[in-house]
């Protein structure tokens, strides 16, 4: 059996179907292939190079010693567990502490499987829009605090390189009470 035919003139992961005349490009991290269509082939060979470009800034690989040790295997939910240590250190109230270890136990349960050095900005903003869309926007802001100073302490001991909540915004807290004023106080009373 021969070798596929293949157009060296393209770049890497991009390939042209002579069968549907149509370019693909295969992202070389997942493997899995994106038909462009029956475009130009200039326009394919722009897009596939501003995706392999955008792929090799992104991608950091991971090397094979850090397999053997397991540290690639490092996940949200053991990370929460060396935080929780790290909290106890600071000098923080009863109540405080109990708010936190629930905030905490609700990042475990949504997001504990996932691999540290994998927790993107989309994981961070689907986790909070479950708040925001039920118009809970102060515990979506409490929650954001919490994974900002969760994932900057992951910084700090050299898990992750790039704090993921940074790039979220931060949700608009109005407040639905307003303050009592003298007159309606004594009215009332």
């Known amino acids: 059996m021969s070798r596929k035919k293949y157009d060296a003139n393209l770049p890497r992961n991009l390939t042209y179907r002579k069968a549907s005349k149509s370019f693909f490009w295969r992202n070389p991290v997942t493997d899995k292939e994106f038909p462009l269509g029956q475009i130009a082939r200039r326009d394919a060979i722009t897009q596939a190079i501003e995706a392999n470009n955008f792929i090799a800034q992104n991608h950091t690989p991971v090397a094979l010693i850090e397999k053997l040790k397991g540290t ?3 996940t949200v939910s053991a990370w929460i567990d060396r935080y929780e240590v790290l909290l106890q250190r600071r000098s923080l109230s009863v109540n ?21 050095a994998e927790v993107t900005t989309r994981h961070i903003a689907k986790f909070l829009e479950s708040w925001i869309t039920e118009g ?3 515990m979506a802001g409490a929650m954001r605090s919490v994974l900002s100073d969760m994932f900057r302490e992951a910084i700090v001991e050299g898990h992750i390189v790039k704090n993921p909540v940074e ?22 009373r």
């Open 72 to 74: 690639d295997s490092f």
């Open 96 to 116: 405080t502490y109990k708010i936190r270890g629930n905030q905490l136990a609700t990042v475990r349960e949504k997001m504990g499987e996932i691999i540290l």
């Open 136 to 138: 809970k926007n102060t």
């Open 167 to 188: 790039a979220t915004r931060i949700p608009e807290i109005k407040v639905a009470r307003e303050r009592l004023q003298l007159e309606t106080y004594n009215a009332t």
